[in-house]
């Protein structure tokens, strides 16, 4: 996508069209504005040799290259990056990058400076669709959190460490957990634990790790509230699917219950048949 915005002509920032082809007209203005290195006047009514704009220019071209590019790298290199695409990525990871930065900047004025660009460059709202039935968008939200969550090291981690507390009180042998033949869901996995009368001993030990779940489910929400306004259009979208995820996972201070005794085990359940078969 072509980078233009409210910037003058005479404008530039080194490599950024090799580097973030795709990246939104307003967000590049906004990069420009926040930097504080628009030119005032028009390149070409400007004396030879100063058209690149002086020090101040080449400083924060300098600072781009060191202190930018390296961030927005490895924030675009991040597990969730696919989940939303390149254009809303690139959103994100810039505005992460320009909190970091106002945290580091010596320019007491950064923050205003960010308030009043975002406002000025903000895109008028596209007109909107009927929304589907809150039940329904909820589903909808509900399963993307889970792809979200399931990128992470943290969840693959938790289910590991669910498996072995699984193995540890139930009939199941590590064979059989292992066994690509075997096809478990919650329910069955229910069975091996009362088998060996080992649920409510589960449920005790499980009920930090269904509290990490809890976690990485907001985080998620989080993530899909920013990046996804199509799908969780509204705060009752927000505050629906936070109550979904009181639902199905542990939160501070509270026992597991079973409900999310069987929601921590059909995530197992899933986790292990998709191990076993690969």
């Given at each position: 996508m072509p980078a233009t915005g409210a910037a003058s002509p005479s404008f530039n920032i080194p490599s950024i069209g090799q580097i973030?082809?795709?990246?939104?007209?307003?967000?590049?203005?906004?990069?420009?504005?926040?930097?504080?290195?628009?030119?005032?006047?028009?390149?070409?009514?400007?004396?030879?040799?100063?058209q690149h704009g002086g020090g101040l220019q080449?400083?924060?071209?300098?600072?781009?290259?060191?202190?930018?590019?390296?961030?927005?790298?490895?924030?675009?290199?991040?597990?969730?990056?696919?989940?939303?695409?390149?254009?809303?990525?690139?959103?994100?990871?810039?505005?992460?990058?320009?909190?970091?930065?106002q945290q580091i900047s010596a320019d007491t004025d950064d923050a205003e400076v960010v308030s009043r660009s975002m406002a000025r460059y903000r895109p008028s709202p596209a007109a909107s669709t009927l929304p589907e039935p809150m039940r329904h968008r909820i589903r909808q939200i509900t399963v993307k959190a889970n792809q979200i969550m399931r990128t992470t090291d943290a969840y693959a981690r938790t289910m590991e460490q669910t498996e072995s507390l699984l193995w540890f009180y139930s009939s199941a042998s590590r064979q059989d957990l292992a066994d690509p033949g075997q096809r478990y869901t919650a329910t069955r996995l229910i069975e091996l634990l009362d088998d060996a009368l080992g649920l409510e001993s589960f449920m005790e030990e499980a009920c930090l790790l269904s509290y990490r779940l809890h976690g990485l489910a907001t985080s998620a929400g989080e993530q899909i509230y920013r990046l996804q306004p199509e799908l969780m259009r509204t705060q009752e979208d927000r505050a629906a699917f936070a109550r979904r995820v009181n639902k199905d996972f542990v939160a501070a201070d509270a026992s597991m219950n079973n409900h999310q005794a069987h929601t921590l085990l059909r995530l197992l359940a899933t986790h292990i048949n998709e191990k076993n078969s690969s």
């Open positions: 973030f082809h795709a990246i939104p007209k307003a967000l590049v203005g906004f990069l420009a504005a926040f930097g504080g290195v628009s030119n005032a006047c028009d390149a070409s009514a400007r004396p030879p040799g100063q080449t400083e924060a071209h300098a600072r781009w290259q060191n202190e930018w590019s390296s961030g927005m790298q490895a924030c675009l290199s991040e597990p969730w990056v696919p989940q939303f695409g390149p254009d809303r990525s690139i959103v994100e990871c810039a505005l992460r990058g320009i909190s970091r930065w």
